[in-house]
């Protein structure tokens, strides 16, 4: 049984990890509307990278931590799974230069490039490691580790930024 405690602390960490998206949120007509967006999606993109890519720069590394989990992949699996955290840590990196040069502009490209990653990337996420967990049960509970669901908070973020960004990127523009 999880105890109440651990449900606060998970909480507490949520609430702080949440506080930033509901300020950009909530500032947006002051700093406007596109650039709270491009600071949402950059927020947003510290998520994967922290915990896809650290996660398997620490496992391809074999850093010990006194993690029980072993990898187990062959030295040529360890590669490539090292060069796809690298290449998702540059990926990342470009999603968020895109959101600040384009997406602050209002260009319906770069809305629709969040759109897609949102969609396709946030629903793989939640299938494989959200609830249903078809590879790992991500989420609290059960998952005993209070921070389980902070990397589900940049799909907030970014669907924060398609929000508040969609009505002036996609107003209709007097010539």
């Known amino acids: ?40 999606v950059a927020y947003g993109a510290l998520g994967p990278i922290a ?45 968020v230069v895109m959101a600040v040069a384009m997406l602050r502009r209002g260009s319906q490209l770069a809305w629709g490039a969040l759109l897609s990653a949102l969609a396709v990337g946030g629903s793989v996420e939640i299938i494989v490691n959200g609830p249903t967990g078809l590879l790992y049960q991500h989420t609290f509970p059960p998952n005993g580790v209070t921070g389980a669901n902070l990397l589900f908070v940049y799909l907030f973020a970014w669907a924060a930024a398609l929000l508040i960004s969609w009505r002036p990127v996609f107003a209709t523009r007097l010539p």
Do not use: C, Q
């Open 1 to 40: 049984m999880v105890s109440s405690s651990l449900y606060l602390e998970s909480s507490a960490k949520v609430a702080v990890a949440m506080a930033p998206i509901v300020a950009l949120v909530a500032w947006r007509r002051r700093v406007g509307a596109l650039n709270a967006a491009s600071w949402l």
């Open 51 to 95: 915990e896809h890519a650290g996660w398997t720069f620490y496992y391809t590394l074999r850093t010990d931590m006194g993690d029980p989990v072993i990898w187990t992949l062959s030295p040529h699996g360890r590669v490539h799974a090292f060069m796809a955290a690298v290449y998702l840590v540059i990926g990342m990196a470009l999603f």
